[in-house]
């Protein structure tokens, strides 16, 4: 698709001279860590350029924040090249789909030129060069390239994101208080993607003790799937109970779906992290959220307090839901 190389918005309010930020992804919406970055630099009152796609209804509030919205193509060089004009540090991020390698050269290309210092780049905790995931074997290849960039480079390889409870069990927990996925009784601590953006934005701010350094940001508590049930169900007040299913039973329901939501790569994808899942691979805690981010990760229980309608909750939150919520 032909795509204008580059459009720039101006902000509606003047930007201090300083240290400009460039994020990439700053209008994607699952996980959202894009997004979530730019609103936290713009809360400090740091001038950032946000890199979007498309100029719709995310775009027109990053800018009414102060932002300056570049619109354009991660596969166009053009279009990164201008986007990254007087840009000194950036957040690079990708969805999980085809064109990783081809977008991180580009960005790295266009940085080099540039004269980009340091950059965040969002890889994911099952990044190696022999993992059975076409995805991640992309992200470890990712990581390599910006490496060998020249560009100080720090990567951040964080497990689930809490936001995969809505996008793989909200219906099913709403509509019948179960959860049907193929993890066994392999543990994780899912972490909010405004998490993930608190330890990007506490780098892009001080990055050089961080420079070739890879972190793997985590919620705070590691539970199977089952001791997160247990969580729903106290949170709901109703029974949510965890069903383990075959991995390829899960490629069927997946396969079944809008393809374009669930490429045949997202789905491989999906299916070998299901299996290293299982195998414990996502069993980590760490406290990078609170040394880097400068905030406890917030909990399972605020963040389905938070999303309290699109699990179905029956009750009246508890008095400490607000608080909780803030976490």
């Known amino acids: 698709m032909q795509v204008n190389p580059i459009m ?82 950036a957040y690079f991020t990708y969805p999980l789909a085809e064109g990783l390698l081809e977008a991180t050269t580009i960005f790295a290309s266009a940085g080099q030129a540039a004269g980009l210092r340091s950059m ?38 964080p497990p689930f994101f809490l936001e995969n409870l809505i996008t793989l069990a909200g219906t099913t927990i709403q509509t019948e208080g179960k959860i049907y996925l193929p993890y066994g009784e392999g543990r994780h601590a899912p972490i909010a993607g405004e998490d993930v953006a608190r330890v990007a934005v506490g780098i892009l701010t001080d990055p050089d003790p961080h420079r070739s350094k890879t972190y793997v940001p985590t919620g705070g508590v590691s539970r199977s799937m089952a001791e997160m049930a247990t969580v729903f169900s106290r949170v709901l007040g109703r029974p949510v109970k965890y069903v383990d299913i075959p991995v390829e039973r899960w490629r069927q329901i997946l396969s079944s779906l809008d393809r374009e939501v669930m490429s045949p790569y997202l789905i491989e994808h999906l299916l070998r992290v299901a299996e290293a899942h299982q195998q414990g691979e996502f069993d980590a805690i760490t406290d990078d959220v609170h040394t880097i981010g400068g905030a406890s990760p917030k909990s399972l229980e605020a963040f389905i307090r938070k999303n309290a309608t699109v699990f179905g909750l029956r009750q009246e939150p508890h008095p400490d839901a607000r608080q909780e919520a803030l976490q």
Not at 122 to 147: C, F, G, K, Y
């Open 120 to 157: 965040v780049n969002m890889s994911q905790i099952t990044a190696r060069r022999n993992h059975p995931s076409p995805a991640a074997r992309q992200h470890w290849l990712a990581e390599r390239v910006l490496d060998w960039s020249g560009i100080a480079v720090t990567h951040l390889r």
């Open 8 to 89: 720039i918005m101006e902000a509606k309010v003047t930007q201090p001279r300083s240290t400009r930020f460039l994020i990439v992804g700053a209008g994607g919406r699952h996980g959202a860590t894009g997004n979530y970055a730019a609103r936290q630099l713009l809360a400090r009152g740091l001038p950032v350029r946000a890199f979007v796609r498309r100029a719709d209804e995310r775009a027109d509030e990053l800018r009414a924040l102060g932002a300056e919205i570049a619109v354009g193509d991660l596969g166009n060089y053009e279009a990164m090249l201008a986007a990254l004009e007087g840009v000194r540090r």
